[in-house]
Nanobody, 127 residues
Framework: QVQLVESGGGLVQAGGSLRLSCAASERTFSSYDMGWFRQAPGKEREFVVAISWSGGRTSYANSVKGRFTISRDNAKSTVFLQMNSLKPDDTAVYYC????????????????????WGQGTQVTVSS
């Protein structure tokens, strides 16, 4: 069982930045592709970004390309999400997710393919 704990959410003005972290309990952290998803009130949980087990490949939703950056530190079993130029539409609960390495090598995975989830952290962007 992998436990994921997110941190770093909060309230920020439009145009500002936040950095989310997700710490994993699993010593074999590098056996997992990692992703961030978000869910706004009344909406489905949606894919934001994912990173391969090695950090060498990433996949971004079009809505965040050029503004968000995912990275990971396998030695610390932690994945990060740097969010810049935030917009009110980015307001949501952000969830960290882990998926066992796929044979395809593509880091993207849907919410239904995630093996583990964190509890979520609230990000609120005011206009």
């Amino acid at each position: 069982q992998v436990q994921l704990v997110e941190s770093g959410g909060g309230l920020v003005q439009a145009g500002g930045s936040l950095r989310l972290s997700c710490a994993a309990s699993e010593r074999t952290f590098s056996s997992y592709d990692m992703g961030w998803f978000r869910q706004a009130p009344g909406k489905e949980r949606e894919f934001v970004v994912a990173i391969s087990w090695s950090g060498g490949r990433t996949s971004y939703a079009n809505s965040v390309k050029g503004r968000f950056t995912i990275s990971r530190d396998n030695a610390k079993s932690t994945v990060f999400l740097q969010m810049n130029s935030l917009k009110p539409d980015d307001t949501a609960v952000y969830y960290c997710a882990a998926r066992r390495i796929s044979s395809s090598g593509n880091p993207y995975f849907s919410k239904d393919e995630a093996d583990y989830w964190g509890q979520g952290t609230q990000v609120t962007v005011s206009s």
